[in-house]
Nanobody, 112 residues
Framework: QVQLVESGGGLVQPGGSLRLSCAAS????????MSWYRQAPGKERELVAS????????DYVNSVKGRFTISRDNAKNTVYLQMNSLKPEDTAVYYC?????WGQGTQVTVSS
């Protein structure tokens, strides 16, 4: 069975940092593109970042470009999202994605 388990969310002040992790099982991560999505209350779920199977190419939504970095460690079957200079508008549930599967989500709250 395919399983995606996110961790690392929490409460942080504006300007702070968090690193999210997605632990994958049931497949070999090096064969698949992996993505992070987020969904804030009352808003659509949006693609935040994605990374190529080998980890040599990444894409970001404009609102996080320069602040967030997606990476992967295929030997550990884990994908990361490093989030710096966090803003209140980054508050959302963050989901790990490997089509057609979703993780359960982890809450990120940016507030003073």
């Amino acid at each position: 069975q395919v399983q995606l388990v996110e961790s690392g969310g929490g409460l942080v002040q504006p300007g702070g940092s968090l690193r999210l992790s997605c632990a994958a099982s049931g497949f070999t991560t090096s064969n698949y593109r992996m993505s992070w999505y987020r969904q804030a209350p009352g808003k659509e779920r949006e693609l935040v970042a994605s990374i190529s199977p080998a980890g040599d190419n990444a894409d970001y939504v404009n609102s996080v470009k320069g602040r967030f970095t997606i990476s992967r460690d295929n030997a550990k079957n884990t994908v990361y999202l490093q989030m710096n200079s966090l803003k209140p508008e980054d508050t959302a549930v963050y989901y790990c994605r490997r089509f057609p599967y979703w993780g359960q989500g982890t809450q990120v709250t940016v507030s003073s």
